[in-house]
């Protein structure tokens, strides 16, 4: 199984800040990679698919790179409403492992 | 518009089964696959595994194999997830969503609490 990792496992940042979240697969996953926002009590929402392709609604300070085993989550300018839990996922092939997490609280 | 609805909360006791169904509307069913996830308290992630929704095929997470089964009623739209010798571990909330290859999870279910205890 291929494993995912993320780093750091918390931060604590504040509004305005840039902000990157770190993701590595333990063998290559290509481009096949993609980010999730979770907030206390709700679903995942995915914010990036195939390592840098914003999804639909998402608004455009999220931003993700990267391919192979490296990966990141850039949120340009954070918000308030961005503070949560954010997952990294890869999806090149079963099972479609999630890392585990790295939650963004407020400074 | 697009969303997977999901059935009510279960408490189950050690060694039960539950079934959770998921229901798909606002889009072409059999055009995407639906993938399971769940999350007990307080942790991560965990993916289940996936259905196709097209003709069926599954492919489990081999920590549940054996005690999990994914099936479809394309009348109705909706997906199952059954899981089988219910332990206290299995204590979580399990999400279905709509699976876009090589496109990610676009569209979740609102969770369904599982609770297993004596």
């Known amino acids: 199984d291929i494993q995912m990792t993320q780093s750091p496992s918390s931060l604590s940042a504040s509004v305005r800040d840039r902000v990157t979240l770190t993701c590595r697969a333990s063998q290559s996953i290509s481009s096949y990679l993609n980010w999730y926002q979770q907030k206390p009590g709700k679903a995942p929402k995915l914010l990036i698919y195939?390592?840098?392709s914003l999804q639909s609604g998402v608004p455009s300070r999220f931003s993700g790179s990267g391919s192979g085993t490296d990966f990141t989550l850039t949120i340009s300018s954070l918000q308030p409403e961005d503070f949560a839990t954010y997952y990294c996922?890869?999806?090149?092939?079963?099972?479609?492992?999630f890392g585990p997490g790295t939650k963004v609280d407020i400074k | 518009q697009v969303q997977l609805v999901q059935s009510g909360a279960e408490v189950k006791k050690p060694g039960a089964s539950v079934k959770v169904s998921c229901k798909a509307s606002g889009y072409t069913f059999i055009r995407y696959d639906i993938s399971w996830v769940r999350q007990a308290p307080g942790q991560g992630l965990e993916w289940m595994g996936w259905m196709s929704g097209y003709n069926g095929n599954t492919n489990y997470a081999q920590n549940l194999q054996g005690r999990v089964t994914m099936t479809t009623d394309t009348s109705t739209s909706t997906v199952y997830m059954e899981l089988r010798s219910l332990r206290s571990d299995d204590t979580a909330v399990y999400y279905c969503a709509r699976d876009v290859k090589g496109g990610g999870m676009d569209v979740w279910g609102q969770g369904t609490t599982v609770t297993v205890s004596s």
């Open positions: 195939a390592a840098s």
């Open positions: 996922q890869q999806s090149y092939t079963g099972p479609f492992t």
